[in-house]
């Protein structure tokens, strides 16, 4: 690949008015240098949920559903290093007390079985979530990048996530949906606490926590008190 293949994708990056155009495109350019897939997702931390935070999701048929039914995220040594850094990084770069646990090589065994190999990670700052990667997969054994290469791929991830937030800030921005309680309530759950132990601490009885939690719930249309806490967090109505 060379610097005009990554300058033609910025450019079109403006005219891409969906997530899914986007996504193509950036498959078909990062090919060039080895890359048959890629994810794009907030970071999850503190027990939060891959699946919501997903925003391009290029991983083969049937990896992805395993990968977040087994809770993978929470274990896999690539995306628990993609929280602690802000540097790109080759998966084969991840410190080993994350690499090299028994869950993490795992997770990468299983990953092997949908002919992900190697990768290539660019971890960034999000206006959706704490933090963002966006990880490129390979099935080459070894990946092995000159720092041309990795800047390449570094610039395309950035423009690619300023454009898929750009795509989501019109109708996604939530605010007035949660009362200031509500708040105070999912960033209580977001802290691990109990409808019990938040209503100690609220001075409030448990039976009004659970009716707060309940509310913001119905705001975004979510099951669970969990998943309202990521589209809390998502949309930046709370700072756990």
């Given at each position: 690949m060379i610097d005009s293949d990554v300058f033609d994708f910025v450019e079109r990056c403006r005219k891409h008015g969906a997530a899914a155009s986007l996504l193509t495109d950036l498959l078909e350019t990062v090919k060039k240098i080895g890359f048959e897939h890629l994810i794009l997702s907030g970071v999850p931390l503190g027990g939060q949920k891959?699946?919501?935070?997903?925003?391009?999701?290029?991983?083969?048929?049937?990896?992805?559903?395993?990968?977040?039914?087994?809770?993978?995220?929470?274990?896999?040594?690539?995306?628990?290093?993609?929280?602690?850094?802000?540097?790109?990084?080759?998966?084969?770069?991840?410190?080993?007390?994350?690499?090299?646990?028994?869950?993490?090589?795992?997770?990468?065994?299983?990953?092997?079985?949908?002919?992900?190999?190697?990768?290539?990670?660019?971890?960034?700052?999000?206006?959706?979530?704490?933090?963002?990667?966006?990880?490129?997969?390979?099935?080459?054994?070894i990946c092995k990048l000159h720092p041309r290469q990795q800047a390449q791929l570094v610039t395309m991830a950035v423009y690619a996530g300023m454009t898929i937030q750009a795509l989501s800030n019109d109708d996604e921005n939530g605010e007035g949906l949660l009362t200031d309680r509500e708040k105070e309530v999912l960033l209580w759950a977001a802290a691990g606490k109990t409808s019990s132990e938040t209503s100690q601490i609220l001075g409030l009885t448990e039976r009004t926590v659970k009716w707060h939690t309940t509310r913001a719930r119905e705001a975004f249309g979510v099951v669970t008190t969990t998943q309202a806490v990521v589209e809390a967090v998502r949309r930046r109505l709370i700072h756990p």
């Amino acid at each position: 690949m060379i610097d005009s293949d990554v300058f033609d994708f910025v450019e079109r990056c403006r005219k891409h008015g969906a997530a899914a155009s986007l996504l193509t495109d950036l498959l078909e350019t990062v090919k060039k240098i080895g890359f048959e897939h890629l994810i794009l997702s907030g970071v999850p931390l503190g027990g939060q949920k891959l699946a919501p935070m997903v925003e391009l999701n290029g991983w083969p048929n049937g990896w992805f559903e395993r990968y977040v039914e087994a809770e993978h995220a929470a274990v896999d040594g690539v995306c628990i290093y993609s929280a602690k850094t802000l540097k790109p990084f080759l998966w084969s770069e991840v410190p080993a007390k994350w690499s090299q646990t028994e869950a993490s090589r795992r997770v990468a065994g299983e990953a092997t079985e949908f002919g992900i190999w190697s990768g290539f990670a660019v971890p960034m700052l999000s206006i959706h979530h704490w933090q963002s990667v966006m990880s490129f997969a390979s099935s080459a054994k070894i990946c092995k990048l000159h720092p041309r290469q990795q800047a390449q791929l570094v610039t395309m991830a950035v423009y690619a996530g300023m454009t898929i937030q750009a795509l989501s800030n019109d109708d996604e921005n939530g605010e007035g949906l949660l009362t200031d309680r509500e708040k105070e309530v999912l960033l209580w759950a977001a802290a691990g606490k109990t409808s019990s132990e938040t209503s100690q601490i609220l001075g409030l009885t448990e039976r009004t926590v659970k009716w707060h939690t309940t509310r913001a719930r119905e705001a975004f249309g979510v099951v669970t008190t969990t998943q309202a806490v990521v589209e809390a967090v998502r949309r930046r109505l709370i700072h756990p």
